[in-house]
């Protein structure tokens, strides 16, 4: 029996554990679940890299 988890679960997942283990921030955590969208290629793919590139955007200038 194969078992699949949605890439977004895993990085949430892995975003909690480094949370809690304090090895990353908040920002970075929400930063690396808000990729498991992108990377799972989820229905909210397309808003979070709208969202992801606006921040950037706004880091660049």
Not at 12 to 17: E, G, K, M, V
């Amino acid at each position: 029996m194969a078992v699949t988890i949605s890439v977004t679960v895993l990085l949430a997942i892995t975003a909690i554990l480094l949370i809690r283990a304090r090895h990353t921030t908040l920002g970075t955590a929400v930063i690396v679940w808000l990729s498991g969208f992108t990377t799972a290629s989820t229905g909210l793919a397309d808003p979070v890299n709208t969202a992801l590139a606006a921040v950037a955007h706004l880091f660049h200038h």
